[in-house]
């Protein structure tokens, strides 16, 4: 299927930005969405829906994501289509935990 | 690729949490889980594996011999195959090859003995142009691709993943194995360097013998 992630020769994405000595986890939130894509993939789903899931990402959001911003649409996608849990528990807990920080 | 990002940092940190909050109390991770697989790939898995293939083919003829015919055999001798890297080819630099290694599509890299990508490979500017100008690209790498010397791009799948044998650089005659392998760096094996000589990372050998 032709998608946004289908970027061989495409113009116009600009210079390659590279960064010296960079971490492997740009921040706390990069690698617990990392790990947690990968206990999934190992446990729930092939990691082939993983990369499926973020290639459905629609094309605009996927253009202006970043690498984890994807993989994150990706896990929370598969969790609540394989009822893991549901959209609404997210939301909910996403308030509490904005309230109890505050 | 930060200018990137629509949704504030904190708002994504959060939602994180949350998902993260939900998955543990059902049980479906286990915090301690996530903590050894983050530790893997910060730092047991990485560039330093891939290195210790390319140095063992530098110095063993028959082990290069069979690197390149069968790269997934080969890396298995070793016993350093592993998860994302379970089917490898592996493509040797020469004076008349360049090769340089690409996911047109995504990420596609062996995670076993190269560790987690670079921002740069899994950036859309790698990932489009690579493919249609190769030799541009490298040029801001500052790496310089003569005219003479063919440039292969190699794009990696779901299933199949590549690695880059560089070319020993000619000041290394005689080096140990060991010496050699820390030589080796992540970008020689994409193919966006070329190993340096080991004479701008070593002390000269004159230092070693004075008093």
């Known amino acids: ?60 959001e996927y253009w202006s994501s970043s690498y984890y911003e994807r993989w994150l649409y990706a896990l929370e996608l598969l969790i609540t289509e394989h009822n893991l849990v549901t959209p609404a528990e997210i939301e909910a807990r996403v308030i509490e935990l904005a309230q109890s920080e505050t | 690729m930060a200018s990137h990002h629509h949704h504030p940092e904190s708002e994504i940190a959060l939602r994180v949490k949350a998902i993260e909050s939900l998955l543990v109390e059902k049980g479906i991770v286990d915090p301690a889980t996530l903590d050894t697989i983050i530790e893997t790939y910060e730092h047991k898995v990485g560039p330093h594996i891939g290195a210790q293939i390319v140095a063992k083919a530098w110095v063993d003829p028959d082990f290069k011999a069979r690197l390149l ?107 140990s194995e060991a010496d050699l392998a820390s030589l080796i760096t992540r970008n020689a094996m994409i193919g966006t360097a070329k190993v340096p000589a080991p004479t701008s990372l070593n002390p000269p050998v004159a230092q070693e013998i004075s008093p």
């Open chain 1, 1 to 60: 299927m032709n998608g946004p992630h289908d970027m061989g020769g495409m113009q116009g994405m600009g210079p390659i930005p590279i960064e010296e000595n960079e971490p492997v986890f740009h921040s706390e939130w990069e690698a617990k969405v990392f790990a947690m894509s990968f206990a999934t993939f190992i446990n729930y789903f092939p990691v082939d829906e993983t990369r499926h899931a973020s290639e459905r990402m629609p094309p605009g």
């Open chain 2, 69 to 175: 015919d069968d790269g997934t055999g080969a890396i298995a001798e070793l016993g350093l195959t592993g998860f994302s890297s379970e089917h490898m080819v592996v493509v040797e630099n020469t004076p008349e090859v360049h090769n340089l290694i690409v996911c047109t599509l995504c990420s596609c890299y062996p995670w076993a003995i190269l560790g987690l990508p670079p921002t740069w490979y899994k950036s859309f500017a790698y990932r489009s142009r690579v493919v249609i100008e190769p030799r541009k690209v490298l040029q801001e790498f500052g790496l310089e691709i003569p005219e003479h010397v063919e440039v292969r791009v190699w794009d990696s799948n779901a299933d199949l993943r590549y690695l880059v044998l560089p070319e020993r650089p000619a000041e290394t005659a005689g080096m």
